[in-house]
Structure formats: structure tokens, C-alpha cells
């Protein structure tokens, strides 16, 4: 079983920023990608930023420029730095681990339960 817990979420006015940590947990072999989706009311999952394992990073169009991700290998923790934080970026964060566990064959996806973040003033 692999265990992904987040934390940092809250409530911010625009403008300000938050920091958002994963530290994924559990019979881990390897991790390939961690990253961070959102959820908005009413709307799909979309994909914020992720990072490889070789450290190729992605994010979507929307936060570039504001948001930044990081991992710390040795912690099993990924971190998504969010400046200039826009009312648009209010929604329920997950974070997603791709790895291979020490149990089974083949590689797996896991979600955390999601970390709330509003910008309102």
C-alpha cells in the first residue's frame, strides 16, 4: 500500500501565496512523476505541475510563472510553491504519485484526499 498525505492548504487573499507539501508513504520502490491537480467546483480534474524523476518539470499554461514544484527524493515529498495566487486558483489540490512498489509487478498511480485552497478577500 502506498499512502499520499497532503498539507498547506487554506485561505488567502489574492496575491499571496501557499505552500503545499506531499510526502508520499508505504511499500515504495520507485517514484517516476509526483504532481499536483486541482479541482474547481463544477469542473474537471486539471493537471498543475508535476516533476520526474529526472526532473523534467510541466506545468499547465495557467500557473506558469507563479507556481513552483519541487521534490525532495530522500523525504518521498513533493512541494508546490504558489505565489500571486489568483481567485481562479481556488480548488480542492491532489496530489499524484506514479511509482513501483516493493509488493507487485508494474507501475501504479496513487491520489492523496486533497488539500482545500481559497483565494477570496
Known amino acids: 500500500q502506498v499512502q499520499l498525505v497532503e498539507s498547506g492548504g487554506g485561505l488567502v487573499q489574492p496575491g499571496g501565496s501557499l505552500r503545499l507539501a506531499c510526502t508520499a508513504s508505504g511499500d515504495i520502490f520507485t517514484i517516476y512523476v509526483m504532481g499536483w491537480y486541482r479541482q474547481a467546483p463544477g469542473e474537471q480534474r486539471e493537471r498543475v505541475a508535476v516533476?520526474?524523476?529526472?526532473?523534467?518539470?510541466m506545468y499547465a499554461q495557467s500557473v506558469k510563472g507563479r507556481f513552483t514544484i519541487t521534490r525532495d527524493n530522500a523525504k518521498r515529498t513533493v512541494y508546490l510553491q504558489m505565489n500571486s495566487l489568483k481567485f481562479e486558483d481556488t480548488a480542492v489540490y491532489y496530489c499524484?504519485?506514479?511509482?513501483?512498489?516493493?509488493?507487485?509487478?508494474?507501475?501504479?498511480?496513487?491520489w492523496g484526499q486533497g488539500t482545500q485552497v481559497t483565494v477570496s478577500s
Open positions: 499524484n504519485a506514479d511509482v513501483s512498489t516493493t509488493t507487485s509487478w508494474g507501475r501504479y498511480e496513487y
Open positions: 516533476i520526474r524523476s529526472d526532473d523534467s518539470i
